[in-house]
Nanobody
Framework: QVRLVESGGGSVQAGGSLRLSCVLS????????MGWFRQAPGKERELVAAISWNGGSLQYEDSVKGRFTISRDNTKNTVYLQMNSLKPEDTAVYYC?????????????????WGQGTQVTVSS
């Protein structure tokens, strides 16, 4: 059984930084493409960043380009989201998700596995 556990969320002032982590257990991490999604109150869940199984392909939502960086360490079964220059509009619950198909992550299809989410709050 695959389990995804996020950590690293919290409250920060605008301009600050946070680093989210997500550990996958129960399967070979390197089998999966990974994505970070977020959902703000009253809004649909959106893809923030995606990374292929070996890190060779990356994709970012336009509003986070240049501020957020997705990375992975297959030896630690962990995917990261480094978030810099945070803005109040980045406030949301952030979820990591896994799928064997990178295209499914990028195209926001029905992903195989989801974490429980971690809250990020950015104050002005």
């Amino acid at each position: 059984q695959v389990r995804l556990v996020e950590s690293g969320g919290g409250s920060v002032q605008a301009g600050g930084s946070l680093r989210l982590s997500c550990v996958l257990s129960g399967r070979a991490f390197s089998m999966y493409a990974m994505g970070w999604f977020r959902q703000a109150p009253g809004k649909e869940r959106e893809l923030v960043a995606a990374i292929s199984w070996n890190g060779g392909s990356l994709q970012y939502e336009d509003s986070v380009k240049g501020r957020f960086t997705i990375s992975r360490d297959n030896t630690k079964n962990t995917v990261y989201l480094q978030m810099n220059s945070l803005k109040p509009e980045d406030t949301a619950v952030y979820y990591c998700a896994a799928d064997k198909n990178y295209a499914t992550v990028v195209l926001r299809g029905t992903l195989d596995y989801w974490g429980q989410g971690t809250q990020v709050t950015v104050s002005s």
